[in-house]
């Protein structure tokens, strides 16, 4: 069964970058994701990224700061963020852009602060 094995998170100071890392267990042949979740609210999109020629899609809060990116050889999927706020702390999922999702991993906390 796949597992998802999300890294990368820790603390970090307002205008600083975190790279985010996501181990899959099994190959993929799938558009990947990244979500966030705050204390108290939904899950939400972060970025996807396809498989092979890789459009990607950005949600507005990531869009210029983040990059999404994968590299299948080694079944890692990354989100590069830069420019932190603290309206990004959150804890960071990563599973399938869309259908039946995979079982979410612990994902990786997220914390901006001064």
């Known amino acids: 069964q796949m597992q998802l094995v999300e890294s990368g998170g820790g603390s970090a100071q307002p205008g600083g970058s975190l790279r985010l890392s996501c181990l899959m267990t099994?190959?993929?042949?799938?558009?990947m994701a990244w979500y966030r979740q705050a204390p108290g609210k939904e899950r939400e999109l972060v970025a996807s990224?396809?498989?092979?020629?890789?459009?990607?899609f950005y949600a507005d809060s990531a869009k210029g700061r983040s990059t999404i990116s994968r590299d299948d050889a080694k079944n890692l999927v990354y989100l590069q963020m830069n420019t932190l706020n603290p309206e990004d702390t959150s804890v960071y999922y990563c599973?399938?852009?869309?259908?039946?999702?995979?079982?979410w991993g612990q994902g990786t906390q997220v914390t901006v602060s001064s």
């Open positions: 099994e190959t993929v042949f799938v558009s």
């Open positions: 990224i396809s498989r092979g020629v890789t459009p990607t």
């Open positions: 599973n399938k852009a869309s259908g039946h999702m995979y079982p």
